[in-house]
């Protein structure tokens, strides 16, 4: 029986990302056991019924040291015995390499520890490289992580295309990191041009408990048929209920949240909100038919734990009117500026984002950088020069040197690291 | 939790975490390799830098036959290279104290950085700083300048403002410097009437013409182009290991020890400080006629050591001493006793980490024991078992610190058992949340 383990340590949204990876070796082994965060066990076993989950403190507030170290002993004895044939460990961390050392160092793929020496594969370092340009981010988080599999199943078999539910409007009041959210003012005419674009229908207000406050702070900017029509959930719902009624929506109005993942893991249309570090093209919805609005400002997208030193510009254009009559289903005059309109489609590398609207001067490079990285990991494709949505047969070779220059550095060139990026490639049947 | 985990962490303040950086080659490098053990043996937590494994890289650069301005280039910043990765090793291992080996290949700038970041460095400068007058442009950059010479070194030292610089002579390490038993074919081989053990130094060229018509043999390399003692060099001047260094000591009748010089205008040079083979043929229980040093005496009394002072006094007491088994045993033991009670590298090391302790009352710093790291919680009783299984299969004590066993754990090879990887776990888990 072959049997392989996924250790995720990160947060809601990254057990959600790494379905692509998983669907795959579900398809390849006989037993996948994922591991996460003892607090996120429910929400593994909801999103991934079929896999054997394992809970370890990786997270703050896990208990004490010594709760988390005779938690993790015996943990760690249980994994042992499970003899897994392949291990992906997904998250750059101390944790993770820590982990790892419980493993055959060559069973690992992802982050490994060998013989007490942290090894990070090339695959992962190329992806360190392209988010020094975070701008012309090639590639999706769901599919960079399921290309530590070589050819994973097929990026449209990964979420449902996006369909209503007919349970209404449902609103995410706020994402982890606050500069990344609509403020209650904004976030209410967003809400109220989509409740009077959609024919006013139910608006369910989602969050934690710690966001109470805010729903109601929203809903006093809330006209009184919109407060009529409006349920709160905040703080009332675990990851099943949360599952159920996301699930029966007609639309999902969000930041980069866990809650948006798992609107595209259901097929919920998605309306997510994208500014200040949240970046589309990293971490935007996965599946087709979703809508992002991305902030284009000159330093979009930011670093997360700096100050901002333009005072949040690329919030405004969320509260231009112009993007309020788009968000209605209004013919629009004219577009707002700094914002831009993408819809989520598939390509043969994985998922990607087309403009409705707005311009991005940073597309033709990430288009480049694309073909680029799509050349390391399904070769097929790129060298065919097809399924490559965006990308013309006639390639601009004077980027394609730069870039090339860019992602690919001299170790690469000089020492033998390509070859422990697949090694589980003999294995795998067709391409698809 | 067994009592004997859980010890307060002030009561084992002396144990230390130290950095052996060795040179890429050269007579330093079995001493640093003997320090290593030493402190080992001492109980302290060490980490090796192994300068040795770069040495080909190095070589090759020798080989590239391209100009002499080029080659510097090339040297100097592959010398910044090894130094940096030391600089990594350091970040990871944090050590206490970073000894280093005369040649170890630490950089100025790499020295600097250190002393900026608090970590305490020192020098053991096992040579003659005379002969390597470079020591000037790197003893103010380490923190501690352990030399193997005294007085006009020392005042040198001083004058430049060194102010941790400590005489720490060379010495022996008893667990390998020692008695063996060899069998015939060994005997045969390494033994003779009359060896000596070295490099051929011009002042020992000379010396030993004299004594060709002994059962006369020298090991060691550079004895090319010397006719008249070709046919007793041995191995056609091959390196000889360490191992095969006390076999030698130990199957030879006479062992000569003349210390080297460059100067052949006399033979025996009457310096000052005391070579390594004068303590490892002590404490492995050999005889040897050893030349006259100035610090010698300190080291070790007349009825302990047969010393000479010219090749002709050597000559007699070779004549005397190849006949008078009775004397050269009772020499022999007297000063393996000698080095065993007093100049075994533990003793250096020992000497060497209480003179640091001495100049940083604070020093070295308090480590959290296990119980600490688990904040005084109690563990399961068949944990706390496999946990002292651990410390005695890694080879620490029952009250190593947390850091010292994680780092045990750490340079275990292959995959890792749970127990071992929940202890990294633990420690990258108290990294991330502390």
Known sequence: MKKALVIQLARFGDIIQTKRLILTLIGRYDEVHLAVDSSLVPLARLVYPQLCVHGLAAHRGAGSPAEVFAASRMLFGRLASERFDAVYNLNFSRLNFSLSALFDADSVRGYAMRSGQPEVPLWARLAFRWTRKRRIAPLNLVDFWAYFARNPVCAGEVNPVAARGGGGIGVVLAGRDSRRSLPPAVLAACVQAVFEGTGGPAITLLGTAAEKTLARQLMRHFSGPMVERTVTLAGKTGYSDLAEVVGTLDTLITPDTGTMHLAAHLGTPVQAFFLSSAWCFETGPYGMGHRVWQGLVQCSPCEENRPCPVSVACLAPFADKRFLQVLAGKAAEAYPEHLSGLVSMFDAVGVTYLPVFGEDMAAPERRELRRLVAEHVCPETANAGAGLIGLSAMQDMTLQDSLGRFLFSESDWMLDAAGRDFPDVADVPGFC | ?434
């Open chain 2, 1 to 434: 939790m067994n009592s004997s985990l859980c010890d307060d962490a002030a009561s084992r303040g002396e144990k230390a975490r130290v950095l052996v950086v060795l040179p890429m080659y050269g007579g330093s490098l079995p001493v640093g390799r003997y320090c290593v053990d030493a402190l080992r043996n001492l109980g302290h937590t060490v980490e090796v830098f192994e300068a040795p494994d770069f040495h080909s890289a190095f070589s090759a650069l020798k080989g590239l036959r391209v100009t002499t301005d080029r080659l510097e280039y090339l040297e100097n910043s592959f010398l910044q290279v090894v130094s940096q990765a030391v600089l990594a090793k350091v970040e990871t291992f944090e050590p206490d104290l970073v000894l280093a080996l005369a040649q170890a290949p630490l950089s100025r700038q790499a020295l600097k950085r250190l002393r900026r970041d608090g970590v305490a460095t020192a020098m053991w400068f096992v040579e003659d700083h005379r002969l390597f007058t470079y020591w000037r442009a790197f003893a103010p950059y380490y923190d501690f300048f352990a030399v193997i010479q005294k007085d006009d070194f020392l005042d040198k030292l001083e004058e430049l403002g060194v102010e941790g610089a400590l005489y720490l002579p060379l010495a022996a390490l008893a667990s390998f410097h020692k008695p063996v038993d060899l069998s015939p074919v060994e005997k045969r081989r390494f033994g003779a009437d009359v060896s000596f053990m070295g490099a051929g130094y011009p002042n020992r060229r000379l010396a030993f013409r004299q004594f060709t018509g002994y059962d006369f043999k020298i090991w060691g390399t550079e004895w090319e182009g010397e006719p008249l003692l070709q046919r007793h060099v041995q191995l056609g001047g091959a390196r000889v290991s360490p191992e095969d260094a006390v076999r030698i000591y130990n199957a030879t009748r006479i062992n000569l020890n003349l210390h080297s010089s460059v100067h052949t205008s006399e033979l025996v040079g009457r310096g000052d400080f005391v070579n390594p083979r004068t303590f490892e043929l002590a404490a492995c229980g050999a005889f040897q006629l050893v030349d006259e040093r100035s610090l010698l005496p300190e080291l070790f009394a007349c009825d302990e050591l047969v010393t000479f002072s010219s090749v002709e006094e050597l000559h007699g007491l070779i004549r005397d001493y190849l006949e008078d088994e009775e004397a050269r045993q009772a020499y022999a033991l007297r000063a393996r006793e000698r080095v065993l009670r007093e100049h075994t590298y533990e003793h250096r090391m020992q000497a060497l980490l209480d003179f640091v302790r001495a100049k940083r009352p604070s020093w070295p710093a308090v480590r959290r024991t296990l119980e600490s790291a688990l904040h005084g919680a109690q563990l399961p009783s068949e944990l706390t078992a496999e946990l002292g299984q651990l410390l005695e299969s890694l080879g620490l004590p029952a009250d190593a610190s947390f850091d010292d066993l994680c780092w045990a754990v750490r340079q275990r090879k292959g995959t890792l058992t749970e127990l071992e990887t929940a202890l990294l776990f633990l420690q990258e888990w108290k990294k991330q949340y502390a």
